[in-house]
Structures are given as structure tokens and as C-alpha cells.
């Protein structure tokens, strides 16, 4: 399984980007797609995550309302459209896949088996 991850790039604060995550490899029902992210000197911290099969997303509290994670089943990509970007939300996205989460561990970086390169995304003031 690949994952190769886009769409980062320099954005000022209150506007949006569209990251996405073009997956290739295997087959991917079963699998939950994931977009973690990682600043400077922090731990990697979840965003929010898809299921494949079905579609139902979750997202962490800091995104919630403005983030949105969808796929495109046919295209084999996942996106994660982000507005009302903020300052905070500067750091390297990654997208990921695992096989066999339940919702209490989809927030967790350990349970996914793959991962894309970092996309990196600035928000300016």
C-alpha cells in the first residue's frame, strides 16, 4: 500500500486548502484512512480520520466545524478540505491507513500500518 500525500502549501489565516491523499496497492474496504499532523518540536497529533468502507468520519475537537474529510472511492483518494485556517493549524500533514480500528483507537498514530510523506501547510497572519 502507497500513500502519497498533496496540496500543502502557504495560506493566510482565515483562508482554506484542499489536501489529498492518493492511495494505491491494495484493496481498502476494510481499511480507516487517517490525516494526522506534526509541528515543530510537537508529538504527531490526530485530525481526522474516514472509514473506507461506509464513510463515517470523526475529527478532533480542534478541527471540528471546519475540516472536512471525504474520499473518492473511483479516484482512490481521500481529502481533507480545510477552511478558516488558523495559525495554529501550521505543521506537516500526513495521511495514513490502517486496517481493523475501532473508534476508540482512530486518534491513535500507532494503529496505522501505513503512511504517506508529510505535505507541509503555513498559515500566515
Known amino acids: 500500500v502507497q500513500l502519497q500525500a498533496s496540496g500543502g502549501g502557504l495560506v493566510q489565516a482565515g483562508g482554506s486548502l484542499r489536501l489529498s491523499c492518493a492511495v494505491s496497492?491494495?484493496?481498502?474496504?476494510?481499511?480507516?484512512m487517517g490525516w494526522f499532523r506534526q509541528a515543530p518540536g510537537k508529538e504527531r497529533e490526530f485530525v481526522a480520520a474516514?472509514?473506507?468502507?461506509?464513510?463515517?468520519?470523526t475529527y478532533a475537537h480542534a478541527v471540528k466545524g471546519r475540516f472536512t474529510i471525504s474520499k473518492d472511492t473511483f479516484e482512490k483518494t481521500v481529502y481533507l478540505q480545510m477552511n478558516s485556517l488558523k495559525l495554529e493549524d501550521t505543521a506537516s500533514y500526513y495521511c495514513?491507513?490502517?486496517?481493523?480500528?475501532?473508534?476508540?483507537?482512530?486518534?491513535?498514530?500507532?494503529?496505522?500500518?501505513?503512511w504517506g510523506q508529510g505535505t507541509q501547510v503555513t498559515v500566515s497572519s
Open positions: 495514513a491507513a490502517g486496517r481493523g480500528l475501532i473508534t476508540s483507537t482512530l486518534s491513535d498514530p500507532m494503529k496505522y500500518t501505513y
Open positions: 474516514i472509514k473506507w468502507s461506509g464513510g463515517s468520519s
Open positions: 496497492g491494495g484493496t481498502f474496504n476494510s481499511y480507516v
